[in-house]
DNA sequence: ATCCTACTCCCCAAAAACTGCGAGGGGGCG
DNA sequence: CGCCCCCTCGCAGTTTTTGGGGAGTAGGAT
């Protein structure tokens, strides 16, 4: 039976999923979720914000050392595309227009991955990613098939899937930084969006000494080096929006 | 029939909510899935990073006019703790504690608005957030009853329906900017993690001078007017992570 | 083959940010 | 009541960043 026939009961493989019982159990499931849907790889991959990445899958181990070593995460269009993106996406509609990412497909290929792939973004507060990907060798028609018929189990999948990982691995959750005074939040978020210090006081109707205090504040209570790192800091923890 | 018992057929919802045509239906819709439900309110509300609103949904217009007016955006659990979550919750397990949130929920419930509730968080790239909200009048454990019956139907319909919104107002998704150099993306991600300048150029063993050509670079690819509005676009276009 | 982009280096003066100090009023909480 | 946090304002000297300029090499794209 191809993996165009096969379209495996939805409620049987969230009950699997959800009484797994840890790391290694999800590394199972994710290889009989592969099985049940017949094609080559199943991949779920998180990403750090500081670059860290957890996965688990299907993926050939040599290759995965090889994408680690090789820092491929910068390059990965999968990676790029997704985080970028709201929806899951087809990896034809990917930009793999760079020369980085012609080499990285050749070589992903090169280590048995498929040619058509299938990824699912997720998020989390604070920047906090993941994806949930489908890999496959086919034609373009055949994928195309496939993912229409499974998109929507697919996406309940991810999510499942990414809540499980999560509850395993609570460490990957960072503890909520300590939150920013109104004042401060509104300081930061002028100087987030191009306000000069002068300009930004001048905004809030208050002196620059007194806006300098805050950023000054924010900058102690995010451990920050400068207003840079505050700003980059805030933005990564969603104490502030832009 | 009640709400308990009526389990719609999810396929079918999701074909009404894909075949929707613009934001007037997706209105519609809404309604059609309260209905189908059989609960009291059900709410699609979108919170842009500036602090505008976009909803839909069949919460009194009065109480809707009230929540904009009062500006309850920042005071309602059910953002700032669906904002701070992975995962779907229940209102019971919101943080209450606080004066302004037990004032806002008498008031909400003077609005007719139910006792309980269930939000979905959805989230896209540049920390954009929206959440599907359920609510209705019933006890403790009916609702949990419900809410566990229906929840992995309710993900996929939130899913959905946040896709469709977005398809119907494309302004809301930025447009993918011009992407940096990889020494600029160096540089860039330098400055985010708290680097100066002179620290940075000798990280990356160039001149102080050739590092400021490429911050100058960055800035103007962003449309940046300093340095730390260049660090936080690139950060909130997915172009450097930290 | 040619053009464009990325990468590297250099100068200089003005503007802005950083560091660290001190000080008072208001509000919430135990 | 006292404590702690938030909001507000001030001074001053040092360091860093920020505006533009120009100029050469190398490699990929058309």
């Keep these: ?22 790391l290694d159990d999800l590394q199972i499931v994710i290889e009989e979720l592969r099985d049940g849907y017949s094609i080559d790889h199943m991949l779920y991959h998180w990403v750090n914000s500081n670059g860290d990445q957890y996965g688990c899958g299907t993926y050939p181990l040599d290759w995965v050392n090889r994408y680690v070593e090789k820092g491929y995460l910068r390059v990965d269009p999968v990676i790029i595309g997704c985080f970028q993106r709201f929806h899951p996406v087809d990896w034809k509609r990917l930009d793999w227009s760079g020369k980085a ?10 280590h048995g991955i498929g040619n058509q792939g299938y990824s699912i973004p997720i998020r989390g507060p604070n920047g906090q990613f993941a994806h949930f990907t489908l890999s496959h060798n086919c034609s373009d028609e055949d994928w195309q098939e496939f993912t229409t018929k499974n998109r929507r189990d697919l996406i309940l999948i991810a999510h499942s899937f990414n809540q499980k990982a999560l509850d395993f691995q609570p460490g990957r959750t960072p503890e909520p930084s300590q939150s920013l005074s109104p004042r401060e939040i509104e300081a930061m978020t002028l100087l987030a969006i191009g306000y000069s210090r002068a300009q930004a006081a001048d905004t809030l ?33 969603g104490l502030i929006v832009i």
Excluded: C, W
């Design 101 to 110: 990412a012609r080499a990285f497909m050749q070589d992903a290929i090169n």
């Design 1 to 22: 039976m191809g993996f165009l026939d096969e379209v495996p009961r939805l409620d049987r493989l969230i009950e699997r999923l959800e009484s797994s019982e840890g």
């Design 205 to 237: 109707s208050i002196s620059e000494h007194t806006l300098r205090v805050y950023v000054e504040s924010a900058r102690h209570k995010l451990g920050a080096l400068n207003t840079t790192h505050a700003v980059a800091r805030a933005l990564n923890r």
